[in-house]
């Protein structure tokens, strides 16, 4: 899933007239948002019982070292990792990727950015999350999304949150399981270029 350029609005009606006016098109993709409020406390290590799959999971940040293990995430990712965006990513200090391993094999990960407004502070958007069909109801993608989230706290933002479809019942109860809120009020814009 990608999101390329964001509006979030609280007058729905509002904004889509005037945006339309503008020539913006409304996406249904993103019917739902999620928060995870101040305060919400760190529940690493997660539930579930250790497993022969998940025994020896690691959940590792990537460094600007990594860049050959961030271009092995291709399928993990919608589409193949590419060198520059890849490189760019990693070397970014706001941007952020964790990557859960079992036995050294990436098995799910979870990219975050850290968004800044004058008045507002910083914040970060979880942007993207998956976990290896063959790995999924173990706890990773909880364990993955609860990592961005103490990273969030630690670099002082005042929540996290993320975009997804209305029935993507997986993605939701992974958000809920972390701890997030459900945020019916908000509409997606996305300009093509
Ligand atoms: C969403 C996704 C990352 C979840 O990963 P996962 O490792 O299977 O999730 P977890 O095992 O950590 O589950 C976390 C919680 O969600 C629940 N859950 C996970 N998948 C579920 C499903 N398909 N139906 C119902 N509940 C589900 C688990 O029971 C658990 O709840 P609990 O903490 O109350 O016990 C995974 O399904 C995935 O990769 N989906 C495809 C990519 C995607 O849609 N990403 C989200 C984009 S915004």
């Given amino acids: 899933m990608r999101y390329r350029m964001l509006?979030?609005?609280?007058?729905?009606?509002?904004?889509?007239?005037?945006?339309?006016r503008a020539g913006v098109a409304q996406?249904?993709?993103a019917a739902a948002f999620q928060v995870v409020g101040r305060g919400f406390e760190s529940r690493l290590p997660l539930h579930g019982p250790a497993d022969s799959?998940?025994?020896?999971?690691?959940?590792?940040?990537?460094?600007?070292d990594d860049?050959?293990?961030?271009?092995?995430?291709?399928?993990?990712?919608d589409g193949p990792a590419q060198l520059e965006p890849t490189r760019r990513f990693l070397e970014s200090p706001i941007h952020h990727l964790f990557v859960a391993q079992v036995d050294g094999r990436a098995v799910g990960f979870v990219s975050g950015v850290e968004l800044t407004h004058p008045d507002k502070g910083t914040e970060m958007f979880l942007y993207e999350l998956a976990v290896d069909e063959k790995f999924r109801r173990r706890g990773i993608g909880r364990r993955?999304?609860?990592?961005?989230a103490t990273l969030a706290r630690e670099r002082g933002c005042y929540d996290m949150w993320v975009g997804t479809e209305a029935d993507n019942v997986a993605a939701l109860a992974t958000y809920r399981s972390s701890g997030a809120a459900r945020e019916d009020d908000f509409v997606m814009l996305t300009w093509d270029f």
């Fill in 7 to 20: 509006i979030v609005a609280t007058a729905q009606d509002v904004l889509a007239e005037a945006l339309q």
């Fill in 27 to 29: 996406t249904g993709r």
């Fill in 53 to 64: 799959m998940t025994s020896s999971l690691e959940i590792r940040r990537l460094t600007p």
């Fill in 67 to 77: 860049l050959q293990l961030a271009l092995s995430l291709g399928n993990l990712f």
């Fill in 144 to 148: 993955l999304t609860d990592a961005l």
